[in-house]
């Protein structure tokens, strides 16, 4: 049975921070990028950000600088460090793996909710 389960998840005020946590064995050293999306209230899941088993990190615009994707092999986990937090990012939160070769099978958590109020 695959896993992907978030955490970290709540509500602060703007400017705040929140650190998120996708605990995902299997996924954080299998070669495919494990990634960030959000979902906001009646709005389409969108990409927030990625990490690639070569070090490279994406960010989506609006995140930059503001948001920090890590990894920790050896807990298997993937992290989303989030600062200046602004009302527009509530949103519920979703960690997405995949599987080798293709890295075109996703695999997706049950999400954690973002609340920032202004």
């Known amino acids: 049975q695959v896993h992907l389960v978030e955490s970290g998840g709540g509500s602060v005020q703007a400017g705040g921070s929140l650190r998120l946590s996708c605990t995902a064995p299997?996924?954080?050293?299998?070669?495919?990028?494990v990634s960030w999306y959000r979902q906001a209230a009646g709005k389409q899941r969108e990409w927030v950000s990625s990490?690639?088993?070569?070090?490279?990190?994406s960010y989506e615009d609006s995140v930059k600088g503001r948001f920090a994707i890590s990894k920790d092999k050896r807990k298997d986990t993937v992290y989303l460090q989030m600062n200046s937090l602004k009302p527009e990012d509530t949103a519920m939160y979703f960690c997405?793996?995949?599987?080798?070769?293709?890295?075109?099978?996703?695999?997706w958590g049950q999400g954690t909710q973002v609340t920032v109020s202004s």
């Open positions: 997405k793996g995949s599987r080798p070769p293709s890295c075109s099978s996703d695999y």
């Open positions: 299997r996924f954080t050293s299998n070669g495919c990028a």
């Open positions: 990490i690639y088993t070569n070090g490279i990190l």
